[in-house]
Nanobody
Framework: QVQLVESGGGLVQAGGSLRLSCAAS????????MAWFRQTPGKEREIVAA????????WYADFVKGRFTVSRDNAKKTVDLQMNSLKPEDTAVYYC???????????????WGQGTQVTVSS
């Protein structure tokens, strides 16, 4: 179990970029798979990207493939999400999550950040 804090959200025009960061504390971070989820009002939380504990295995949702990149630095205990070519439909609260292994469903993750708002204007 780790504590997670996201940062880097904000307002950006369509086509622009943002880089989200997640800072972790706790002894188990280096053994945790990490993921980014997002949620908008009226929609279920959906997975955006995931990365294994070593950083050697990554996964992306189809709607961000080719635009977003997830990475991690275990020495610094951080995981980032680089978001390029942003679209208005990317507007959401973005959450950082951690779990014992890389997974694609929300319930497999047991540590969550507070979320950071990303707003993309058209």
């Amino acid at each position: 179990q780790v504590q997670l804090v996201e940062s880097g959200g904000g307002l950006v025009q369509a086509g622009g970029s943002l880089r989200l960061s997640c800072a972790a504390s706790g002894r188990t971070f280096r053994s945790y798979a990490m993921a980014w989820f997002r949620q908008t009002p009226g929609k279920e939380r959906e997975i955006v990207a995931a990365i294994s504990w070593s950083g050697g295995n990554t996964w992306y949702a189809d709607f961000v493939k080719g635009r977003f990149t997830v990475s991690r630095d275990n020495a610094k205990k951080t995981v980032d999400l680089q978001m390029n070519s942003l679209k208005p439909e990317d507007t959401a609260v973005y959450y950082c999550a951690g779990g014992i292994r890389l997974a694609y469903v929300e319930y497999e993750y047991d540590s969550w950040g507070q979320g950071t708002q990303v707003t993309v204007s058209s």
